[in-house]
């Protein structure tokens, strides 16, 4: 396939690869739209000591309670990588911002200007960016193994049918994404990571998905949007948001930006 062919080939298809890019001047969140960020967290340990200066005491107290090392430094970066993103959008220094927390502990900003979420799986971190929108996203590394035994788990019949009718690699990416689409919708909803295998063949199908939560106070039901993506090579992840397809922007993050 030709150079031109092959990178415009790459960039289509909802679930399809895309180009990440630096960002370049002032950022702002459009009506309709949502920033995702990819940071190779791996390739900025050299940014930790300046980094982990913008931290709060209850972010340098849970990193404290890694005992790796490499999981510990991984997640310093993941949480000041976040502040500097959400710095960008306030038009604020990274140490000024003020986290609060869910009943479940999702953390959100005191004042609730910007919705984000964050997940990170090995040195792979990604961020969702709202201005309006309740969003979550999960990140998974797809590795052999864990899918082998579906019948194991607690996954209703069809669900496991679904996978074993799949080939390999088929059947491990499917459960992979499959897996990150609950985890993204459950952090959309504020639930934390409070696993139900229920409906799980619901997010096995490798499509866009339109799910209807449960009925809210005022009696209608939250529609909800959940896309799958391929953030970098190896790796699945999913983005839900409250409401109706949003238009993504997808950026680099890098020390210098």
């Known amino acids: 396939m030709p150079q031109k062919m092959r990178r415009n080939h790459q960039m289509k ?17 459009k009506q309709g739209e949502i920033h995702l960020w990819r940071a190779d967290l791996d390739r900025h340990m050299d940014s930790l000591p300046v ?24 997640f310093i970066l993941a949480r000041a990588i976040l502040r500097t993103i959400l710095a960008k959008y306030l038009n604020t220094q990274p140490g000024q911002l003020t986290f609060c927390y869910g009943p479940q502990g999702k953390p959100e900003l005191a004042g609730g200007s910007v919705r984000f979420n964050v997940s990170h799986s090995d040195g792979l971190a990604l961020y969702a960016i709202s201005g309006v929108h309740d969003v979550g996203v999960d990140v998974e590394r797809v590795r052999p193994g864990v899918e082998e035994d579906v019948a194991g788990w607690l996954f209703p019949l069809r669900a496991i049918r679904f996978l074993e009718a799949l080939p390999q690699p088929a059947r491990r990416h499917a459960f992979f994404q499959g897996w990150a689409r609950m985890e993204a919708y459950q952090k959309a909803r504020g639930e934390g990571l409070a696993l139900s295998f229920e409906n799980f063949e619901t997010f096995l199908h490798q499509r866009d998905l339109v799910l209807f939560g449960p009925r809210e106070d005022l009696g209608e039901a939250a529609q909800w949007w959940l896309h799958g993506f391929f953030p970098r090579r190896g790796y699945v992840a999913a983005l839900a948001a409250r409401g109706h397809k949003c238009r993504l922007r997808y950026w680099r993050w890098h020390a210098s930006n």
């Open 13 to 29: 298809g909802t679930s399809g690869c895309r180009r990440w890019v630096r960002p370049q001047g002032s950022l702002e969140l």
């Open 51 to 74: 980094l982990e200066q913008t931290l709060d005491a209850g972010e340098r107290e849970k990193a404290g309670e890694f005992h790796s090392e490499a999981d510990r430094n991984r």
